[in-house]
């Protein structure tokens, strides 16, 4: 139907999260449909961001400088440290634009399933990050699944002995949520992470 070098180009688009040999397939075509005004500059956006993309020796965030331009922010506040599981995690809180101190990225989470030990991710440079800076308060914010809250009580247990005061995220209902739709799960966390009024 199309060439080798367009076939490759879907096959290779449609092994990104969220995007099928269809949608893959529409991309490309709109692509081919505008190469100089979509199709060139992205090649071009794709080729110079793989060249000076790095992860941050710090915080565990993949940027275009090494410490990120979040850990070199000098207006952000040292002394709190938000843990996430993964880079996706840590950019979705940086979009709410609400977090104003500093990130820790894990790596993942613990799953004896899969074989992830605490070894596996970057526990050990969080219980240094506490130990040797100011830091009053580690927030949590792993996910709400089975390994996300395994991980997240081995953190906490693993930061008792620096007397660093340790939250997690509120879970429960989101916004313009309603209750009819919720699972059990969901209510359940809801209820239990209530607060005052």
């Not at 692509?31 to 915080?59: F, G, Q, R």
């Not at 990130?103 to 440079?125: C, E, N, R």
């Not at 620096?162 to 916004?175: D, E, N, S």
Request: hydrophobic share 40%; with cysteine.
């Amino acid at each position: 139907m199309t060439g080798r070098e367009i076939e490759n180009l879907i096959k290779l688009l449609s092994r990104l999260p969220g995007l099928g040999p269809r949608s893959a397939r529409r991309a490309v075509l709109q692509m081919l449909k505008k190469p100089e005004t979509l199709m060139i500059p992205l090649a071009d956006a794709l080729h110079a961001t793989a060249e000076v993309m790095t992860t941050c020796s710090n915080c565990g965030n993949i940027d275009v400088t090494d410490p990120c331009h979040i850990c070199a922010d000098q207006n952000r506040g040292t002394d709190i440290i938000c843990v996430v599981e993964e880079v996706q995690d840590l950019w979705a809180l940086e979009r709410g634009a609400s977090f104003k101190g500093k990130y820790h990225v894990l790596g993942g989470t613990l799953s004896p399933l899969d074989g992830v030990g605490p070894d596996d991710l970057k526990i050990d440079q969080l219980v240094n990050r506490v130990r040797e800076n100011a830091v009053s308060e580690v927030i949590l914010a792993t996910n709400a699944t089975v390994d996300g809250q395994t991980t997240a009580h081995y953190i906490t247990e693993r930061l008792i002995e620096t007397g660093v005061k340790v939250t997690r995220l509120a879970h429960g209902v989101p916004v313009g949520g309603e209750l009819d739709y919720l699972d059990d799960g969901t209510l359940a966390a809801a209820l239990r992470s209530r607060s005052s009024v």
